[in-house]
C-alpha cells in the first residue's frame, strides 16, 4: 500500500455494503489518496462533507446507489474518485459566494441524472413479516394519566385561536402569564397556539383544519385550554370546533375547558381571557405524574435540515428508539409523504397489511397530482441546505429518511393527516415536507414526544410536544449544542448503535418524566397547520403564469387637483430622496418560519439595549414569516422579504435565516443581482432599482451556531452597522412625501366612504402616493366621481409602489393580517374605516383605526359632525401626527400587532 494511501473507511462510509457511493466524513481535498476494495484511487475533485463520490468504477447508464437502492443513474463512465455531481447541487453550488464554495475544484459538469424506475407494488410478493415481540418489563416514566386521552408528558395551558385574526391577542395573552408559572410545580407552561387558517371556503381545507385544531386540545400534554374565535362571522368560530370535538368523540372536560368570542376592545378581550386562564390555572394546581408504563408513549418522527448523515446516524438511531418503544407496547408515527417519494420499495418493503400499500402510494399520488396542477413537483423538495448537505435529490433524501422505520419494523396503520392514532405499533400519517406543520400534525395525532433529527442544525420545537433533537455529527453538536439534545454523531466515531440507543433511551424516558430539553428552555416553538391553500380543485385549463410583480404605474387620474391640494406639514427625515416618516427601525426579518424565534429573541435583546436608549434607532421590528420550507418560492414571499427590506422607515435590515430554507441567502442575493431565478418581473425590478447593500445584513443560524449565538451576533451586526452610519437628516415631508393605504369594510355608511375618498382626492392631487386593496369599495367610490377608471391591481401583492398617484394592490385573500402585511409594504401608514372594530396593528406600519361612532372602541379617530372636508382634513392632520411620532395609534400602543404572508398560486407546500 502506498504511504499516502488511507482506508476509505476513515476518510467516509458506505451506507450499506455493495454500494457504489461513498459519503466523505469531513472536506476531502483533490488528490486525496484512498484504498478501498482491493485498489488504490485518487480524488479527482474536491469533495464537501456529506457530499458523495464514486467507490468503485460506475458504467454510462447504470444506477448509482445507497443503501443497495438506486437515487440516480450515471450519464457517462464515473471512474473512483470522482465526485458525484447532479444538475440541482451543480446549480445551487453556483449561487455561493463563501468559501469554500468559491474555491472548489469540481467536475466540468454533472455526471449523473436523476433517473430511477418507477416502482409499482405487487401484492403477490407480499408477506406477513414476524409481529412484534412486545416485552411487559415493568418500565416506566412519570406522567400525566388523561384517560382516553393518553398519558401527558407535560401539563400544558393552551390557549388556541381558531383563526390567524387571533394571533396577536393569543401572543400577548402567552407573553403575560409565561412567567406567572415558574412558581406553579404543576403546570409546566402556558402555550399560545396561533396558525394561518380560520377562513377557508374550501370543505376539505376546513376540514382538515377543525381535526388538526381539535387533535391539539385533545393531545394529552394538555392539561387545560381556553379557545378564543375572533367574532367574525365569515372565519372559523368555537361553537364550529365545539360541535366537531363533541361529534368526534373528543368533549372536554368542561372544568378544563374554556370557550371565548374576541370582539371588545383588546384591552377587555385581555382581560376576560385572563380571567378564565386564573381559573384553568387553579384547577391544574393539584395535577401530579404518576407512574406509567412506557406502552404510553406515542413519539412522532421527524427530521428537518437533514444532511447526507441522517440516514446513517440520526435517522437510524431514531427508528431504533421507536423499535424500543414499540417493543413496550407504545407507538410511532412518521410523516412527510413527498419526502418518501422515491423510497417506496424500502418503506413497503414491510407492511402489516397489503392493502396499506395502496392507500400510502394514493397519498403520495394525490400528492404529486396536485403539485402538478400549478407546476410543482416532488422533486424540487431539497431545500439548498440539503443539498448543500449532501442530499442530492428527493429519491437520497426520501432514503435517508425512510430508515426511520427499522427493516424488522413493520407498518401498521395509515392515517389522513393530523388523524388521532388509536392503537399501538408503527404509524405513518399523511403531511407535507415543512417541519413545523408535520410536527403539528404529530402533535394533533396524538403524539407527547417528538424526535427530531436534523442534520444541520434545526432549533425549532413544538410548542406542547418536548421535542429531543437528535443530531448527526460530533461537530454540529457542538456547534449547536444549546439546541441539541443527543449526539448521534457518536456513531460515527465508533459508539454502537446499541449503546447509543440504550443511552438514548434513557434520556428520552427522562424527558418523558419532566426533564426539560433543550429547546423547552430556550422557548424556541412556532407551530403550523397544514396549508393546501389552491389545491381544492384542479384548473380548468392551462393558464400563464401569474407576473411575479406588475407593471407599477399608477391609474390614470383625473381629477383637476388644484382645490384638494394640501400642505400639512410632518417631520421626517431623509431616506433615498425622499422624506420618510420620524421612526427609524431595525428590522429583523426571518426568511423561515424556523428563524422566527431566534428573530424575536434577538429583537427583544435590541429593544433593551443602547442602540434604542441612545435614540439611534426608534425600535427593532421582527416580521412574522411562515412560508419558505417545504414550499416552492412564491412570488408573495418574495415581495414580502424584499419589500419590507427596503421599506422607508426601515434603517437597516438584517436578514436571519436557518440556512436550509428553500428562500435561501444565496437565492435571494442572486435574485438582487437581476438573475432569473424563475421570477423575471422581480430580477428585472431589482435590476433597474438595486436595494441599498450597505443597509442590509446576513446571519445563518446553522453557521453562527445556534439560536443564542445568531441573537448575540444580530445584536453584534447592528451595533456595528448602525454607529458607522451617519443617522438621516430631520426634515420636514409634505403631503407630496405621503405614501398611505386605505381600507374600509361593508359596515361604512356611504358618508364615510366619501370622508376617505376626500382623503384620497387630496394626497393624489398634491403628489403623494395611496394604496387600495383589490375590490375596495372605495375604488368604487373614484370611478362613480369619474376621477378614476374602474381597473384591475397596478401592484401584486406587498410590491412597493415606484412612482406617485393611485394603486390598487392584488389581495390574496380576506384575512386582516394578510390585507395589513401586503398594504404595509407599498405605505408608511394604513388607515381603516370601520363601524364594527379595529382591526390589528401592523408589527412595523402605523394601523389608523377610525370610525364613524363612539360606540366603536379601541379607535384612534371618531369622525365628527360637518362636511367631508372638513372630516377628511381632521384624518389628514391626525395621519401627519402619525407621521411626525406626536401621535401613536391605539392597536399599534397595546400590542395588537402582527403580519401574515399569504399563498398564492404560484406556492405550493411540498
Request: contains cysteine.
Amino acid at each position: 500500500m502506498p504511504a499516502n494511501a488511507v482506508p476509505l473507511e476513515e476518510l467516509a462510509r458506505i451506507p450499506a455494503p455493495g454500494d457504489n457511493a461513498a459519503i466523505a466524513l469531513r472536506d476531502l481535498a483533490r488528490g486525496t489518496r484512498i484504498r478501498h476494495a482491493g485498489r488504490d484511487f485518487g480524488l479527482q475533485h474536491d469533495v464537501l462533507t456529506g457530499h458523495r463520490f464514486a467507490a468503485v468504477p460506475i458504467p454510462d447508464g447504470t444506477p448509482v446507489t445507497s443503501w443497495n437502492y438506486p437515487f440516480g443513474r450515471a450519464a457517462r463512465d464515473i471512474a473512483p474518485g470522482e465526485y458525484l455531481c447532479n444538475h440541482h447541487v451543480w446549480f445551487r453550488l453556483s449561487l455561493q459566494e463563501d468559501e469554500p464554495y468559491r474555491s472548489l475544484r469540481l467536475p466540468a459538469g454533472p455526471n449523473f441524472t436523476d433517473d430511477i424506475e418507477a416502482y409499482a407494488f405487487d401484492p403477490a410478493r407480499w408477506r406477513r413479516p414476524e409481529p412484534p415481540k412486545v416485552e411487559r418489563s415493568g418500565a416506566s416514566f412519570m406522567g400525566y394519566d388523561r384517560g382516553p386521552r393518553g398519558t401527558g408528558t407535560r401539563n400544558h395551558l393552551v390557549i388556541l385561536g381558531t383563526s390567524s385574526t387571533t394571533q396577536p391577542l393569543i401572543e400577548a395573552l402567552e407573553e403575560r402569564f409565561q412567567g406567572q408559572v415558574a412558581g406553579l410545580e404543576s403546570v409546566d407552561a402556558v402555550v399560545g397556539l396561533r396558525h394561518t387558517e380560520g377562513g377557508e371556503t374550501s370543505a376539505d381545507e376546513r376540514e382538515r383544519t377543525l381535526r388538526t385544531l381539535a387533535g391539539l386540545l385533545a393531545n394529552p400534554n394538555v392539561g387545560a385550554f381556553l379557545v378564543i374565535d375572533s367574532g367574525r362571522d365569515d372565519e372559523l368560530g368555537h361553537a364550529e370546533l365545539l360541535d366537531w370535538m363533541a361529534a368526534h368523540g373528543l368533549a372536554a372536560d368542561p372544568s378544563r375547558a374554556r370557550w371565548m368570542s374576541a370582539g371588545g376592545s383588546f384591552a377587555s378581550d385581555l382581560a376576560a381571557a385572563g380571567r378564565e386562564i386564573r381559573v384553568l390555572l387553579d384547577a391544574m394546581a393539584a395535577d401530579r405524574r404518576s407512574p406509567r408504563p412506557l406502552a404510553e408513549l406515542r413519539i412522532g418522527l421527524q427530521c428537518g435540515a437533514s444532511d447526507a448523515f441522517s440516514g446513517i446516524c440520526g435517522n437510524v438511531l431514531s427508528g431504533s428508539l421507536a423499535r424500543e418503544v414499540i417493543r413496550h407496547g407504545g407507538s410511532a408515527n412518521l410523516t412527510e409523504t413527498p419526502e418518501l417519494s422515491g423510497a417506496e420499495d424500502y418503506l413497503l418493503s414491510s407492511i402489516a397489511d397489503p392493502a396499506i400499500a395502496p392507500r400510502f402510494l394514493a397519498m403520495l399520488e394525490r400528492f404529486k397530482e396536485q403539485l402538478g396542477w400549478h407546476g410543482g413537483k416532488v422533486d424540487k423538495n431539497p431545500s439548498e441546505g440539503n443539498l448543500l448537505g449532501g442530499l442530492y435529490n428527493i429519491t437520497l433524501k426520501s432514503l435517508g429518511a425512510a430508515v426511520k422505520r427499522p427493516p424488522d419494523v413493520p407498518i401498521r396503520h395509515v392515517l389522513e393527516h393530523a388523524e388521532r392514532m388509536t392503537a399501538p405499533g408503527y404509524h405513518f400519517m399523511d403531511g407535507m415536507g415543512g417541519d413545523i406543520a408535520s410536527y403539528t400534525g404529530q402533535a394533533a395525532a396524538g403524539c407527547n414526544l417528538l424526535l427530531f433529527v436534523t442534520g444541520r442544525g434545526s432549533p425549532t420545537n413544538s410548542s406542547i410536544v418536548p421535542t429531543i433533537k437528535i443530531v448527526n455529527t460530533t461537530r454540529r453538536y457542538e456547534m449547536m449544542a444549546g439546541d441539541i439534545d443527543i449526539n448521534a454523531g457518536r456513531y460515527l466515531e465508533g459508539t454502537s448503535m446499541e449503546e447509543l440507543t440504550r443511552s438514548s433511551l434513557a434520556r428520552l424516558v427522562a424527558i418523558a418524566s419532566g426533564t426539560r430539553t433543550k429547546g423547552e428552555r430556550r422557548s424556541q416553538n412556532i407551530d403550523l397547520t397544514w396549508r393546501r391553500r389552491y389545491f381544492a380543485t384542479a384548473p380548468r385549463a392551462e393558464t400563464p403564469p401569474e407576473p411575479s410583480r406588475l407593471a407599477g404605474e399608477p391609474l390614470a387620474w383625473r381629477g383637476a387637483g388644484a382645490g384638494d391640494r394640501i400642505e400639512l406639514p410632518f417631520a421626517g427625515r431623509l431616506r433615498r430622496g425622499r422624506v420618510a416618516p420620524d421612526d427609524s427601525v431595525g428590522l429583523l426579518l426571518p426568511t423561515v418560519g424556523c428563524s422566527v424565534a431566534t428573530a424575536r429573541l434577538a429583537a427583544r435583546r435590541l429593544n433593551e439595549g443602547e442602540l434604542v436608549r441612545s435614540g439611534r434607532v426608534s425600535r427593532f421590528v421582527t416580521l412574522s414569516n411562515t412560508e419558505g420550507c417545504g414550499v416552492t418560492t412564491g412570488a408573495e414571499v418574495l415581495n414580502f422579504l424584499l419589500g419590507y427590506a427596503n421599506h422607508p422607515r426601515v434603517e437597516a435590515c438584517l436578514f436571519l435565516s436557518l440556512g436550509c430554507e428553500m428562500v435561501s441567502p444565496g437565492f435571494l442575493r442572486a435574485l438582487m443581482r437581476g438573475e432569473d431565478l424563475g421570477f423575471p418581473e422581480i430580477s428585472a425590478a431589482l435590476a433597474a432599482s438595486p436595494l441599498e447593500a450597505s443597509r442590509l445584513g446576513w446571519l445563518t443560524i446553522q453557521e453562527s451556531g445556534g439560536s443564542d449565538e445568531t441573537a448575540d451576533a444580530a445584536v453584534g451586526w447592528f451595533r456595528e452597522h448602525l454607529l458607522a452610519h451617519r443617522p438621516a437628516d430631520p426634515v420636514t415631508g409634505t403631503a407630496a412625501d405621503l405614501r398611505v393605504a386605505f381600507m374600509s369594510d361593508a359596515s361604512v355608511s356611504s358618508a364615510g366612504e366619501r370622508v376617505l375618498a376626500a382623503c384620497i382626492r387630496k394626497v393624489v392631487a398634491s403628489g403623494g402616493t395611496v394604496v387600495l386593496p383589490a375590490g375596495s369599495r372605495l375604488l368604487e367610490r373614484l370611478a362613480e366621481a369619474r376621477l378614476v377608471d374602474a381597473a384591475g391591481p397596478t401592484l401584486a401583492f406587498a410590491q412597493p409602489a415606484g412612482h406617485p398617484g393611485l394603486h390598487v394592490m392584488q389581495m390574496i385573500s380576506d384575512a386582516p393580517l394578510e390585507s395589513l402585511t401586503g398594504l404595509g409594504a407599498a405605505s408608511d401608514i394604513v388607515v381603516h374605516l370601520s363601524n364594527l372594530r379595529p382591526v390589528p396593528g401592523h408589527s412595523l406600519v402605523p394601523t389608523l383605526n377610525l370610525a364613524e361612532s363612539d360606540e366603536v372602541a379601541g379607535v384612534d379617530l371618531t369622525l365628527g359632525p360637518g362636511g367631508e372636508t372638513r372630516r377628511a382634513l381632521q384624518v389628514m392632520r391626525r395621519i401627519c401626527e402619525v407621521l411626525s411620532g406626536q401621535y401613536h395609534p391605539v392597536q399599534n400602543v397595546l400590542g395588537n400587532v402582527g403580519n401574515q404572508i399569504p399563498r398564492g398560486a404560484r406556492a405550493h407546500a411540498i
